[in-house]
């Protein structure tokens, strides 16, 4: 369930966030919130590498073959690029 919020914040601080959000193709709701699951998520375990809360709502967005060799992929990539 989402909920409204209103805040009241600089107008210089809204610019620069919109031209920030703009510029990483996110709208200025899910950064801040983003912004804030980052700073009140509890983190169960230490060990395990942090993932941010956008890369985690951007998992499984693509669907690869399970044979798919990012490695070569990246090889012939390079290769192409530095012809």
């Known amino acids: 369930m989402e909920t409204k919020l209103t805040l009241r914040l600089n107008d210089s601080v809204i610019e620069r966030a919109k031209l920030y959000a ?37 998992s499984g967005v693509i669907n690869l073959p399970s044979d798919f060799d990012y490695k070569k992929e990246y090889s012939d990539y390079i290769i192409e690029k530095y012809k």
Do not use: G
């Open 22 to 58: 703009r510029s990483h193709r996110i709208s200025l709701s899910k950064m801040i919130e983003s912004y804030l699951d980052s700073l009140t998520k509890e983190n169960n375990d230490d060990s395990k590498s942090s993932i941010t809360p956008l890369v985690e709502s951007l």
